[in-house]
């Protein structure tokens, strides 16, 4: 059987008493859609730092096809290479992107990390065309461009790296509902055409719906429920899933019974 | 609430002149000043140096618009041609202790734990030294001359920048931006020299504006106490020591005008510098 | 209903007993037009919008709809180099042309707004206590006892405990935050309510709390409350009625439940396909091609008519008017062609 894309194994980290993440474990298969969703203090944004290494974890193993990336990397070759493995868009699109540099420049500067001596023009053009943004955009500051347009330049410097999965850290909750539709078709395309792997953490259970396969639910650093994301949403099996439909508004909606619904959670958890 | 403006570049400062009397005063005598020491060998009426005995403390007159000191020398031509020398030594110390500085202090904020500790506590024991003591000293000890007193201010001025610097670079250093360069592969050195220092460069060096006032202070002072520039140069500070047998004589325009000049390049340099560090941080929104 | 007890001199009229004289509608803005410098067409150009006492009132749009400018006009805190047109009516007087002291009491009694982001409305150095009371005492409307007692009542009444009265912002998390910040826009027993976004800082469960506890006070103290948010699965949830806002005009008003299941302006509509629901099909979301108008440009007609489906050559001549949708003459739109909006949105 072939290694899946991504395996996450038994992953901790404790931040002084507090632990942010509490044995986490999961599977992304090849081209595959995984939804990491909580709210806040749930981990998820823990879990992603270390799988794309910006955060080392205390204990167990991220693997991608088999290849153990969870210690440090040594050396140039190493480093770029785990930069190719995974690639991550953040969520705020106003400070992701150095307000020094063009649009241009941001492209050019990563082909030339990972693809030196050959013409960026070229890819650069295609990047650009592949996340719409036209060439006026090209030579456009960050502090020219919309929220939308931002966040469409960081898919394309994360996609220049040429990665086999992308980690989305809230990339959409900042914008407006109607850019967000926009740039959520954005990276519905870019998976039917790339079949790179996604992995979307989220606290909006309307996009995980929209945009992923799986889903896994997390609670103050542990993982209280998984599954397609269809059957999970449908069904929910675990009560705080149950709390997280529920808290969603819509006509019809009950916001005092979250209040009890969500008391009576947290008695019956064990206080640590 | 952002609406975008339409604004033609061209005429920012055109703008800021309407808006604040006081920097577009400033930002002229700003340009007089450094104007005036550029071309200084050829609008100054004598020689610094040209004696006129018969002459000396005599009011301004036709000939000599400033008057004349108590060695019988043009106010006014000392004054030109001392623009050089008082507005070389702070350029000297400005340029030493930012670049020594902000290498210090960058390097402390980037990397962060023992070299960070080792060089904030070194960098704090510098402050400890007044800067004008540490110039006196360096002066006794290298004799007369700019050299020392530059080299003394401009380590002394060293903390302030570095302690800028640092707290920028550990600002800037949490910026998502800087995250998402290292998950693209650079090296730690490149995203600071590439992406970092640049950021925080605009804002060190509006303060290093603001710090050339203050070395001219200091290496005028030095002047007046007699240390410092030697005897003949022509120095703003060294006119004001000369003056103090003038201003005995009951004739004080010639000790007068070196200081009024001082204070005035000052507070010039000041409010440029400030209005500039102010535009910087708004820019940045 | 009436929970103070009784009104020894400085404590404000109770709610029940104002609303008993019939009084103006809590909001009432009335052509409300603002130009700010160095732009080519007005930022909010011709709102119209009431909240009657006791209402609950969405105010739904995108970013540089004017949404937040319209709110903060409510309270005259406009934008350097601002100029208005129109009046804003709150309670009957009107805003605009109040005097500084008018301003005053208008700000600390009449009118309170609760902001988005509790941590950078509150000062951290200060306690909950001094927070709570601060407004009242300095502007002597009641005395430091009075200001007080009705504190811890109103910390009850958010659901906290008195001891938070002690604690220093930074000991609380954000939801127990907000609720400290929409108890002290209650200390001045205000006719309206201002809330620009006050639950996208928070987690969807804290969100759905304090929505229950906004609701839950608007019925004990009759307060108006003008709802801000991009969110339009919230407004539809909490809102009687909705006003849809583009381009600093109102394109739809009405209902919620009519709004949300019949919309009749094709924003509106393009906005609720474009929303990612639960109950929808899944799939891919109809989102809107383009943005919204640059405010550099003149806007003439309909500002929605460059990115509209239905667009003709009238909507980029004429400036739509406002029509009624058919039976109900409170769901109005602003657009030429609202018959031509098929199909409802199912159950919004």
């Known amino acids: 059987m072939p290694d899946p894309l991504l395996e996450v194994r038994g992953l901790c980290r404790t931040f002084g008493d507090v632990r942010a993440v509490d044995d986490v474990s999961f599977t992304l298969p090849d081209g595959g859609s995984l939804g990491i969703v909580g709210e806040s203090g749930s981990g998820k944004t823990t879990t992603a730092r270390i799988i794309v290494g910006l955060d080392r974890a205390d204990a167990g193993h991220v693997r991608v096809r088999g290849q153990d990336r969870t210690a440090q990397p040594r050396g140039r070759t190493e480093r770029l290479a785990r930069a190719r493995q995974i690639q991550m868009v953040f969520q705020d699109p106003y400070l992701s992107l150095d307000p020094r540099t063009g649009v241009e420049a941001v492209l050019r500067e990563t082909l030339k990390l990972h693809k030196p001596g050959t013409d960026p023009a070229p890819r650069i053009r295609e990047l650009l065309d592949q996340v719409g943004l036209g060439t006026r955009a090209a030579d456009a500051l960050p502090r020219e461009l919309s929220g939308g347009q931002r966040q469409r330049v960081a898919i394309a410097r994360a996609l220049a790296v040429e990665p086999t999965i992308l980690v989305l850290d809230e990339a959409v909750a900042a914008l407006d509902v109607s850019v967000q539709a926009q740039i959520l078709n954005l990276l519905a395309d870019i998976r039917e055409q790339t079949r790179i792997g996604y992995l979307f953490i989220t606290h909006d259970l309307g996009v995980v719906r929209c945009v992923t396969d799986d889903v896994i639910v997390m609670r103050r650093g542990r993982v209280v429920e998984s599954g397609r994301t269809a059957d999970v949403l449908a069904l929910p099996n675990h009560a705080y899933t149950r709390l997280l439909m529920a808290s969603v508004p819509r006509p019809g909606w009950n916001p005092h019974a979250i209040g009890t619904a969500r008391r009576a959670l947290q008695a019956t958890e064990p206080t640590t | ?285 | 209903m009436n929970t103070t007890k009784h009104n020894p001199a400085g404590t404000p009229r109770p709610a029940a007993e104002r609303a008993a004289d019939t009084p103006p509608a809590a909001l009432d803005i009335r052509g409300l037009r603002m130009r700010l410098p160095r732009t080519a067409r007005p930022v909010l150009d011709g709102v119209d919008l009431t909240v009657g006492a006791g209402e609950t009132v969405a105010l739904v749009g995108e970013s540089g709809s004017g949404k937040t400018l319209t709110s903060r006009t409510v309270l005259r805190l406009l934008p350097g180099g601002a100029t208005t047109e129109g009046t804003v009516h709150v309670a009957g007087d009107d805003v605009l042309t109040m005097n500084a002291r008018e301003l005053r009491r208008l700000r600390t009694r009449t009118a309170a707004m609760i902001f988005q982001d509790p941590r950078a409305a509150i000062n951290p150095l200060r306690r909950i206590d001094d927070f709570l009371t601060e407004s009242v005492r300095l502007n002597k409307i009641m005395t430091p006892a009075a200001a007080n007692a009705r504190a811890v009542e109103l910390l009850e009444a958010v659901g906290l405990t008195a001891d938070a009265l002690r604690r220093h912002p930074g000991e609380l998390s954000g939801g127990m935050l907000q609720r400290v910040m929409i108890a002290a826009a209650l200390m001045g027993d205000p006719a309206l309510l201002l809330a620009d976004e006050p639950t996208t800082a928070l987690d969807v469960t804290t969100q759905a709390e304090v929505v229950a506890l906004l609701g839950d006070l608007r019925a004990r103290f009759g307060t108006g409350l003008l709802f801000v948010t991009h969110d339009l699965g919230l407004a539809a949830a909490i809102s009687d009625r909705v006003y849809v806002m583009y381009a600093g005009r109102i394109a739809e008003t009405g209902p919620a439940a009519s709004v949300f299941a019949r919309p009749r302006h094709p924003y509106t509509k393009a906005l609720l396909d474009s929303t990612p629901d639960l109950d929808a099909p899944r799939g891919r979301l109809a989102a809107i091609d383009g943005q919204p108008p640059d405010l550099r440009r003149e806007l003439t007609g309909c500002p929605f008519a460059p990115r509209c489906a239905h667009a003709d050559e009238v909507c980029t001549v004429e400036a739509p008017r406002r029509t009624p949708a058919p039976g109900e003459p409170a769901h109005t739109a602003g657009c030429h062609h609202s018959d031509r909006l098929e199909g409802t949105r199912g159950d919004a």
């Open chain 2, 1 to 285: 609430m952002s609406t975008t403006l339409t604004r033609r570049p061209g005429l920012a400062r055109l703008r800021a002149a309407g808006h604040s009397p006081l920097y577009a005063v400033s930002a002229g005598f700003v340009g007089l000043v450094v104007t005036v020491a550029l071309l200084a060998p050829w609008i100054a009426p004598y020689g610094p140096n040209t004696v006129e005995l018969g002459g000396a403390l005599g009011a301004p007159s036709g000939d000599h618009l400033l008057g004349v000191d108590a060695a019988g020398r043009d106010t006014l031509s000392r004054l030109v041609v001392g623009a050089r020398t008082s507005l070389l030594g702070p350029l000297g110390v400005v340029v030493l202790s930012t670049i020594a500085g902000g290498a210090v202090g960058v390097i402390a904020g980037w990397r962060g734990g023992w070299t960070d500790s080792v060089l904030s506590r070194t960098t704090e024991l510098t402050l400890a030294f007044p800067g004008l003591l540490l110039a006196i000293l360096f002066t006794s000890v290298y004799g007369e001359g700019l050299l020392a007193p530059v080299v003394a201010l401009s380590i002394a001025y060293v903390p302030y920048v570095a302690r800028l610097a640092r707290s920028l670079v550990l600002a800037e250093r949490e910026r998502p931006y800087v995250a998402a360069y290292r998950v693209q592969g650079h090296s730690g050195t490149d995203i600071c020299l590439r992406h970092v220092v640049p950021n925080i460069a605009p804002v060190v060096l509006a303060q290093c504006t603001v710090n050339f006032g203050y070395a001219l202070i200091d290496l005028a002072g030095l002047s007046f106490l007699g240390l410092g520039v030697p005897a003949l140069t022509p120095d703003w500070g060294r006119m004001v020591f000369d003056g103090k047998s003038a201003i005995q004589s009951g004739y004080p325009l010639s000790a007068i005008v070196p200081c009024l000049v001082i204070v005035l390049t000052v507070v010039a340099f000041n409010v440029v510098g400030e209005r500039w560090a102010d535009e910087v941080a708004g820019r940045n929104r």
